[in-house]
């Protein structure tokens, strides 16, 4: 156990010193870039033009270095100056997590920023896509994020929450209508804000007439009483009542929301996805807008098998007249290279069959975050209106 700490004391040892040292200059290859998630915007990593990542890290002490790109481990090469470097496949644009492996041990790369996603600290790489600007930061009024922490009863403790409020909120006296969004498994809270890009996309939908201004609550749905039960209706009922009796009239007293079912949406990625599903269509007495991006529950994970949508959603389909009159929007979405979207393309078939009012999107990509940005971007836009 002691050999097993020093072994992974050492490789820190190595990153943290590889950071610090000073690179040698590098002339960069033509129409490669700095991505937005590197620490040093003059090194590396460096995407190419073709989309391949470079790599170099500075760790000569290091007797093995590997990159963890997608699942996918390249071999990095050691020169003489004692830099190791490796140049990957080309990779899709998007979000990537990646680790750096010195001498079998992975770590965080301290050359890129890390984010917390796959249930651990990841580095991660952003590989640009055209026509994504409504991603980025852009010169448009900005709202702000604001990290507070709310009393649950439930779990006998203070939680966080990232609350998205638009530019002017501070300055005038409105009220707004409000999304409750929802991270995927093994994520937390801070993905949309971090990963999803949820300020920067609002930002520029409101700046550019597309949407409404509204609030955005990101709440961690990590529990410790019952944790995530599974997808039923009995298995979303400790979410359910964090939602209801602790996060919503925390939400309501403190910030200035319409506290009507017409002004509230729900909507959640993969895991979220699911609890936006059961919470949004089983409550419509609360939301009268869902949104479902990327949930596997109808198919395509190990624990999705034979869904049965009416058992699920009562009346969805056997009285599907009182269930559209009760929501303003449904909105499914998958991306198109994800498992899930076959399944996710077979239960939209049935809605609509039976007249189910649903909005489907898909998206070029697997199960990541370019997929389920893309999403919230057009669920938005169809939101209080």
């Known amino acids: 156990m002691k050999h097993i700490a020093l072994t992974i004391a050492a490789a820190f040892a190595v990153c943290l010193g590889a950071s610090a040292q000073r690179m040698p200059r590098v002339n960069f290859p033509e129409g490669s870039y700095s991505p937005v998630t590197n620490i040093n915007r003059n090194g590396f990593p460096r995407v190419l033009a073709n989309g391949?990542?470079?790599?170099?890290?500075?760790?000569?002490?290091?007797?093995?270095?590997?990159?963890?790109?997608?699942?996918?481990?390249?071999?990095?090469?050691?020169?003489?100056?004692?830099?190791?470097?490796?140049?990957?496949?080309?990779?899709?644009?998007?979000?990537?997590?990646?680790?750096?492996?010195?001498?079998?041990?992975?770590?965080?790369?301290?050359?890129?920023?890390?984010?917390?996603?796959?249930?651990?600290?990841?580095?991660?790489?952003?590989?640009?896509?055209?026509?994504?600007?409504?991603?980025?930061?852009?010169?448009?009024?900005?709202?702000?994020?604001?990290?507070?922490?709310?009393?649950?009863?439930?779990?006998?403790?203070?939680?966080?929450?990232?609350?998205?409020?638009?530019?002017?909120?501070?300055?005038?006296?409105?009220?707004?209508?409000?999304?409750?969004?929802?991270?995927?498994?093994?994520?937390?809270?801070?993905?949309?804000?971090?990963?999803?890009?949820?300020?920067?996309?609002?930002?520029?939908?409101?700046?550019?007439?597309?949407?409404?201004?509204?609030?955005?609550?990101?709440?961690?749905?990590?529990?410790?009483?019952?944790?995530?039960?599974?997808?039923?209706?009995?298995?979303?009922?400790?979410?359910?009542?964090?939602?209801?009796?602790?996060?919503?009239?925390?939400?309501?007293k403190n910030f200035r929301v319409k506290a009507d079912r017409k002004s509230r949406a729900i909507c959640g990625l993969s895991m979220g996805g699911g609890q936006a599903f059961y919470l949004g269509l089983r409550s419509p007495q609360i939301f009268a807008n869902v949104g479902v991006f990327s949930t596997g529950m109808f198919g395509g994970i190990s624990q999705a098998a034979n869904f049965d949508l009416e058992k699920e959603v009562p009346g969805i389909l056997t009285d599907t007249r009182n269930f559209n009159s009760q929501f303003d929007s449904f909105f499914l979405s998958c991306g198109e290279q994800d498992p899930r979207i076959s399944h996710t393309q077979n239960i939209v078939g049935k809605m609509k069959d039976a007249g189910v009012k649903v909005t489907f999107h898909s998206y070029p990509g697997d199960h990541e975050w370019q997929v389920w940005r893309k999403s919230f971007k057009d669920f938005a836009q169809t939101l209080f209106k």
């Open 52 to 252: 391949s990542v470079m790599f170099q890290t500075n760790a000569a002490a290091a007797n093995s270095l590997q990159i963890d790109l997608g699942g996918k481990k390249y071999d990095m090469t050691k020169g003489d100056n004692g830099v190791w470097s490796v140049t990957t496949a080309p990779q899709v644009p998007g979000f990537h997590y990646y680790s750096l492996i010195v001498d079998g041990v992975s770590v965080a790369d301290p050359a890129s920023y890390s984010f917390y996603g796959c249930s651990r600290v990841s580095s991660a790489i952003e590989i640009k896509e055209e026509g994504c600007e409504d991603f980025e930061v852009q010169d448009v009024p900005h709202g702000d994020v604001r990290k507070v922490n709310y009393w649950s009863e439930q779990e006998k403790c203070w939680r966080p929450l990232c609350i998205y409020t638009p530019a002017g909120y501070n300055e005038s006296k409105d009220s707004y209508p409000v999304v409750y969004i929802q991270h995927g498994g093994g994520e937390d809270h801070t993905g949309w804000v971090e990963q999803g890009r949820a300020a920067n996309i609002m930002d520029n939908l409101i700046a550019q007439g597309k949407a409404v201004p509204m609030i955005v609550v990101c709440a961690n749905s990590n529990l410790q009483a019952g944790g995530m039960g599974g997808y039923s209706w009995n298995g979303m009922q400790p979410f359910l009542k964090e939602m209801t009796e602790n996060v919503i009239p925390f939400v309501e």
